[in-house]
């Protein structure tokens, strides 16, 4: 069975452009959920997608948006984008049910470098 | 607001050298804690989800318990490959949806 897809691995941009990053859940799987990690903040919650629909958000500025299509597959984009952006990206889905029985399982991440 | 806390930030073991990871939380009513690995370059990869206090759950070298304020991870004789980064968090307890918050973790180095 496929894992967490995420791509690309590796991005470089510059200051002030923005950024498209690509997740492909497990099959079978309807909730997608972005993270942030950073040394200095360690893992954070951008926001999770459930059925196409924003579920839940973390405390980040609305430069980060995402959205999530009819075959769960979902995008998260970032524009005007600040030196502090650089990150490792995870994605995690999982079946999206009652928590209490649903395990998020995380891709490889995507890491982006803001020059 | 929700809180975890891990410590140590780090710990250097020897290879066979048990030891004990901690991750301490605040929450409003807890829905389960979750225990990830994170080896460099790669996700979290998951471990253990914990419900209530009292449950333990163990697999190969690692066993989790949890109580009312923190869980453990208990690492007994550990060897070279046990070296990452052990991650606990727990589900937002002021929504039903999948929002995690992680504590920093604990980096766990294993020598032979």
């Known amino acids: 069975k496929a894992g967490v897809t995420q791509t690309p691995r590796y991005l470089i941009k510059t200051r002030g452009q923005q950024v498209t990053l690509s997740c492909s859940p497990i099959?079978?799987?309807?909730?997608v959920s972005w993270y942030q990690q950073t040394p200095g903040q360690g893992l954070q919650f951008l926001f999770e997608?459930?059925?196409?629909?924003?579920?839940n958000k973390g405390n980040f500025p609305g430069r980060f948006s995402g959205r999530q299509f009819s075959n769960s597959r979902s995008e998260m984009n970032v524009s005007t984008l600040e030196l502090g952006d650089s990150a490792l990206y995870l994605c995690?889905?999982?079946?999206?049910?009652?928590?209490?029985?649903?395990?998020?399982?995380f891709g490889a991440g995507t890491r982006l470098s803001v020059l | 607001e929700d809180q975890v806390t891990q410590s140590p930030e780090a710990l250097r073991l020897q290879e066979g050298e048990s030891s004990s990871l901690n991750c301490s939380y605040t929450?409003?009513?807890?829905?389960?804690l979750f225990w990830y690995r994170q080896d460099p370059g790669k996700g979290p990869e998951f471990l253990f989800t914990?419900?209530?206090a009292g449950e333990e759950k163990e697999k190969e070298r690692l066993k989790a318990t949890l109580t009312k304020k923190e869980s453990f991870l208990h690492i007994t004789a550990p060897k070279p490959e046990d070296s990452a980064t052990y991650l606990c968090a727990v589900p937002d307890s002021g929504n039903a949806g999948n929002m995690l918050t992680f504590g920093g973790g604990t980096r766990l180095m294993v020598k032979p």
């Open positions: 099959s079978g799987h309807r909730s």
């Open positions: 929450v409003s009513g807890l829905r389960g």
């Open positions: 997608y459930f059925s196409e629909t924003q579920r």
């Open positions: 914990l419900y209530s």
């Open positions: 995690a889905s999982s079946w999206g049910g009652d928590l209490a029985k649903n395990i998020q399982y």
